[in-house]
Nanobody, 115 residues
Framework: VQLVESGGGLVQPGGSLTLSCAASGSIIFSIWTMGWYRQAPGKQRELVATIGRSATTHYADSVKGRFTISGDNAKNTVYLQMNSLKPEDAAVYYC?????????WGQGTQVTVSS
């Protein structure tokens, strides 16, 4: 399984970005749990959002109401729409795929929030 993130970049506070994660390989996208995590310098990697079977979603409290995770089964792609970005959202964002004991990570994409 390979996960390739894209869509990171520099955005001003209050702005928006959409991250994409394209999955390939031995993955049945609709039954895996896909997620986004982030890691800021000097901090531990933390959960941002996940989407599982039946498109069930879960969000960290810090992003609820601002971020939206979604998936396109036909394209094996998961998205993270990020609105009202804050400086504290700046981090490397990682895509994650989980099915039972199988866990895969993407290489990460940098999100910088600065004026």
């Amino acid at each position: 399984v390979q996960l390739v993130e894209s869509g990171g970049g520099l955005v001003q506070p209050g702005g928006s970005l959409t991250l994409s994660c394209a999955a390939s390989g031995s993955i049945i996208f609709s039954i895996w749990t896909m997620g986004w995590y982030r890691q800021a310098p000097g901090k531990q990697r933390e959960l941002v959002a996940t989407i599982g079977r039946s498109a069930t979603t879960h969000y960290a409290d810090s992003v609820k109401g601002r971020f939206t995770i979604s998936g396109d089964n036909a394209k094996n792609t998961v998205y993270l729409q990020m609105n009202s970005l804050k400086p504290e959202d700046a981090a490397v964002y990682y895509c994650n795929a989980v099915f039972g004991p199988r866990i895969y990570w993407g290489q990460g994409t940098q999100v910088t929030v600065s004026s």
